[in-house]
């Protein structure tokens, strides 16, 4: 399932907005305080409960079973009729593993905690057929991390418990040898693993110690000996991938923090590719994660505006906001931050941008300075900015400081 509209009203600091036409990947941006993390909450919320009447939202199905428990290709919540089908939907127990027609949330608080210790046992219920509550994925991180240590040991222990007790069942029989047609259950992680932190390598657990090893230079060491963004990373990518999820909806909250931008990158990229036909949300206000998803759904939200009117601002591929952003360049996380952008003629290390960098540092700390090369790149932006910036999409005001020699005309 994905999610195709939302509507969210009278909800302190949202009075009003509407997004739709959501792409496979949404980035929610807006600046400290706009609401970003409050819309989120309170659209998981109404997953809980489809009557609360704040949120309207569309699922658009993604698979025939949805198809089937929607009797159509979408459902909509503001039809009271459909309400319950979507609450008994949405409810149903998961698997822990193979987690289908799902909400993931990623809350912004990963801190990492010790796990405490598993008691072996002699048998267990396979980990990952067990059935878990349905909202297990969006319950704090820090214990789904113990949840897929623990599941990673106790599969591990049965599938080694099982390969034990066959050889022993075929040496009675007089038998030799012994066909050996598994799985390695460490497989996908390993994998996971390499596209994060290579030249780093997974290695076999040490279920003795209870501990999850890497190597690094012919060096095993454990897990927790990992740079804090290191383990950060290795916690959401294995919480992903223990579950596997297929047309789920997954929230993921300012996924910058404590991640380097090539970091971040690689993981939203292996969480991407872990599992099927699943919607992406990342609330986020950083340069770095808004300008590499113009080509996908970038929802600006705005601070409430006088007449009532939609805060989402939504940029689509190929549309002028869009080219207007790229024109921008890295200044569109800036937009989101809430700055007052200054542009001017010249390059980055220009005598212009130490001069002009100089006076504004004594006005306000509140102005970005952006070189934008030539000043025929200034008057094209002119052009950008009185027809689209000027519409205050984002209440930003963007000044221009260029010589005489540019061609505006004086006001």
Not at 105 to 126: A, G, M
Not at 173 to 184: C, Q, V
Not at 217 to 246: H, M, Q, Y
Request: aromatic share 8%; with cysteine.
């Amino acid at each position: 399932m994905r999610l195709s509209r939302i509507v969210i009203k009278d909800f302190s600091p949202i009075e009003f907005f509407e997004a739709e036409e959501l792409s496979d990947l949404v980035v929610i941006a807006g600046a400290n305080g706009a609401g970003k993390t409050r819309l989120v909450k309170q659209l998981i919320n109404s997953f809980q409960d489809p009557n609360n009447p704040q949120v309207e939202f569309v699922l658009e199905a993604t698979n025939v079973e949805e198809r089937l428990q929607f009797t159509g290709t979408s459902i909509v919540s503001s039809d009271i009729s459909k309400r319950q089908i979507i609450q008994n939907f949405l409810q149903k127990n998961k698997s822990r593993r193979n987690f289908k027609s799902g909400v993931l949330y990623f809350e912004s608080n990963r801190t990492i905690t010790n796990v405490k210790p598993l008691q072996f046992e002699f048998n267990y219920i396979d980990p990952y057929t067990e059935n878990i509550g349905w909202t297990a994925a969006m319950s704090p991180l820090t214990g789904r991390w113990q949840d897929s240590q623990h599941s990673i040991f106790k599969k591990i222990h049965m599938l080694r418990t099982q390969l034990g007790s066959r050889a022993l069942q075929l040496g009675r029989e007089g038998k030799t040898e012994m066909g050996l047609r598994f799985t390695d259950p460490m497989i996908p992680f390993k994998e996971a693993f390499s596209k994060l932190l290579h030249p780093k390598v997974l290695v076999d657990p040490d279920l003795q110690q209870q501990t999850l090893m890497y190597s690094q230079d012919g060096n095993e060491r454990p897990i927790d000996t990992l740079s804090s963004g290191e383990r950060e990373v290795v916690n959401i990518a294995f919480d992903f991938i223990l579950r596997k999820p297929e047309d789920c909806i997954v929230f993921f909250d300012e996924p910058e923090l404590h991640l380097h931008p090539e970091l971040l990158n690689r993981l939203i990229k292996t969480l991407r590719e872990a599992g099927d036909r699943n919607q992406f949300f990342l609330i986020s206000h950083s340069p770095e994660v808004i300008a590499s998803s113009l080509d996908d759904t970038v929802i600006f939200l705005t601070p409430p505006k006088k007449d009532g009117s939609n805060q989402a601002t939504i940029l689509k591929p190929g549309g002028e906001t869009t080219e207007a952003l790229n024109q921008l360049g890295q200044s569109v996380g800036v937009v989101a931050l809430g700055k007052k952008i200054v542009l001017i003629e010249g390059q980055d290390g220009s005598l212009d941008k130490k001069t002009y960098s100089a006076i504004l540092s004594d006005l306000s700390s509140d102005f970005v300075l952006i070189p934008s090369g030539s000043k025929e790149s200034i008057v094209i932006f002119q052009k950008v900015k009185e027809s689209v910036l000027d519409k205050a999409l984002w209440g930003i005001k963007f000044f221009m400081v260029v010589d005489r020699d540019t061609g505006f005309e004086e006001n």
